[in-house]
């Protein structure tokens, strides 16, 4: 008898769960704290000094960097290719897939946007600590389909990765999906300035991307649905992570999907958690 799709469910989570073991068994001898920290059975304390067996390291702050190192590193989750020459990856926060494409495509140049103080902070001393001050340009700004002032969340009790630029969008995302974390913003938060993709390529020096890899909690229908089809055609890959809004918001990866593919991108991949958010991964024709 063939097992049915919801009883063969767990047993592919369990070997999708023992290759991303051995994955960060071959990237760290310091695996089993960190898988430990990462399946929540037994915390480790921070800072954490995390060093790759590569020769790489990293200082872990809280359990959201155990998390994103293990989505980079031992879950493969973005596409990066030797040959690739010109990356950006906005949204970098602490530098984690920067590191991780710096290291898969050593010839490529990384522009790494980070609007955050504290953490765009993190991400220079992981550049520096790396020896990767030559390959990768720190961009001191948030991204959106207009330029401007921005206001996003203060630090206070807040991760990292769930830190947004303030819009009806993610406001909507951050109460269906932080929970308490979403409700913690009580100040005025911190101002930034966001830069719309053009003068963001434009400012980095950039003509063509070979990858664009875009994880800014909730902003992604901003960016990915306003901004001009002659920028995002300089792009010959997108991945971007994207969140399920609320369904009065009519906002989803469909609309993303629409978009992109009306501009002659395909949709080559797409891993859907469905827990609210995944990665999908476009493609343009050979040019």
């Not at 290719?81 to 495509?105: E, Q």
């Not at 522009?111 to 990768?136: I, M, Q, S, Y």
């Not at 991760?159 to 909507?172: C, D, G, L, N, W």
Request: hydrophobic share 45%; with cysteine; aromatic share 6%.
């Amino acid at each position: 008898m063939q097992p049915t799709r919801s009883s063969s469910l767990p047993w592919l989570a369990n070997l999708r769960r023992f290759t991303e073991i051995v994955a960060c068994l071959r990237e760290t001898a310091q695996w089993l704290p960190i898988t430990l920290d990462y399946l929540k059975l037994r915390p480790i304390r921070y800072p954490f000094e995390l060093e790759l067996r590569s020769g790489e390291r990293v200082i872990l702050h809280e359990h959201i960097d155990v998390v994103i190192f293990w989505m980079v590193f031992a879950r493969q989750h973005y596409p990066v290719a030797a040959p690739h020459r010109v990356i950006v990856d906005i949204g970098a926060n602490i530098g984690m897939f920067t590191l991780y494409a710096a290291r898969k495509a050593p010839a490529a140049r990384i522009v790494a946007v980070e609007p955050f103080p504290d953490t765009r902070e993190r991400l220079k001393d992981l550049v520096e600590t790396n020896h990767l001050a030559g390959r990768v340009t720190i961009l001191s700004c948030a991204i959106a389909a207009t330029a401007g002032d921005r206001t996003m969340d203060s630090a206070e009790a807040i991760p990292s990765q769930y830190r947004r630029i303030y819009s009806p969008e993610t406001t909507a995302l951050n109460a269906a999906h932080r929970g308490p974390a979403g409700a913690a913003q009580t100040d005025d938060g911190v101002p930034v300035r966001a830069e719309t993709l053009a003068d963001l390529l434009e400012i980095a020096g950039v003509a063509e991307v070979d990858l664009l890899k875009m994880n800014i909690h909730g902003s992604e229908y901003d960016v990915l649905l306003h901004t001009d089809p002659q920028v995002l055609q300089r792009c010959r890959q997108i991945a971007v992570q994207y969140h399920e809004m609320p369904a009065e918001m009519h906002l989803g990866k469909e609309q993303i999907i629409e978009r992109l593919q009306s501009l002659g991108f395909r949709l080559i991949a797409d891993d859907d958690t469905h827990r609210g958010s995944g990665l999908a991964v476009f493609s343009q024709a050979q040019r």
